[in-house]
């Protein structure tokens, strides 16, 4: 038996909708229009690409979108002074700075120089803290998309056994916390867990976060468990002509794993969609706190 495909792209598709319809709904009833404030520092290529898709993505939703685009060579007070200008701009509701920032700037100190309540990437001190005492906080994006798709697919998670394989302040352990907040029995385990086949085998959900290409065998699975694979990699593969091109791969062996796994993520095609998707409901999540409004609860947690 070949498990379910969780197709992220279908599924970000379903929550851009669901954004837009909330969108819709606060400009009719409350005359506002949610905003992201996207700041890219460089030329890093993938980040410009990032922030393109963001940007259209974001206007495509019914948003405003306001990119900021700064050269390399500015200085990290001056793109502390434009996150305080963001911070006082009423019609900006969420504030993203892309990351990596150049090396001469503190990536930490700029994370919390966003005010909390616009930070949609989760990353602020603040919302990491609120998050690990189960209080309301911005969630990070990937965490946010493996939930809702993980949801999606079981309904209530209470009482499963998860483990969280990776433990990145960006995925790995706010991914833990979330499975916790839905009362799940949470391991988290990395690449020096000992026995980690054993582990992973006792698992009903298991996401995949350590950035390792295909590290997880199909015969490490529980037989029916639900597998998120977050890993995307970038491979060589030889051709039979001996011509050689990239693949991109996940954490999880994929072949082996569709037939042990009840249901699994592909990649490309799974988690990856998800994380601007989520981005939006995050901005929505953070237009509604600013307003007094309760945020959708199938948009966030």
Avoid at 260 to 268: E, L, Q, R
């Amino acid at each position: 038996m070949t498990a379910t495909r969780l197709d992220g792209k279908l599924f970000a598709g379903r929550v851009r909708e669901r954004v837009a319809d909330e969108v819709t709904k606060l400009k009719s009833e409350q005359g506002i229009t949610p905003g992201l404030a996207v700041v890219l520092v460089g030329e890093d290529p993938a980040s410009q690409v990032y922030v393109r898709s963001k940007g259209k993505q974001t206007i495509e939703a019914g948003m405003n979108s306001y990119e900021h685009k700064l050269d390399e060579q500015t200085s990290e007070a001056d793109l502390l002074s434009l996150i305080d200008r963001l911070n006082n701009d009423a019609a900006v509701h969420g504030i993203l700075v892309q990351l990596p920032l150049p090396k001469h700037m503190n990536e930490t100190a700029v994370i919390n120089a966003i005010a909390p309540a616009k930070d949609v990437d989760g990353f602020h001190i603040s919302n990491v803290g609120r998050l690990n005492t189960s209080q309301k906080s911005m969630v990070p994006c990937t965490p946010l998309g493996c939930l809702l798709m993980l949801r999606d697919h079981h309904g209530d998670l209470s009482g499963l056994n998860a483990v969280v394989i990776g433990r990145s302040n960006i995925v790995g352990k706010p991914m833990a916390q979330l499975l916790l907040n839905e009362s799940c029995t949470v391991t988290i385990a990395h690449s020096r867990t000992k026995d980690l086949p054993d582990v992973i085998g006792r698992a009903d959900i298991v996401v995949a976060a350590v950035g390792r290409p295909e590290m997880i065998q199909g015969d490490w699975l529980k037989k029916g468990a639900t597998v998120i694979d977050v890993g995307i990699n970038r491979i060589e593969v030889q051709n039979a002509d001996g011509t050689v091109k990239n693949r991109l791969v996940g954490d999880v062996d994929y072949a082996s794993a569709e037939k042990i796994a009840g249901a699994i993520t592909p990649v490309p095609g799974g988690v990856g969609p998800m994380t601007i998707a989520c981005l939006l409901a995050n901005t929505i999540t953070a237009c509604c706190r600013a307003n007094g409004i309760e945020p959708p609860k199938d948009l966030g947690v």
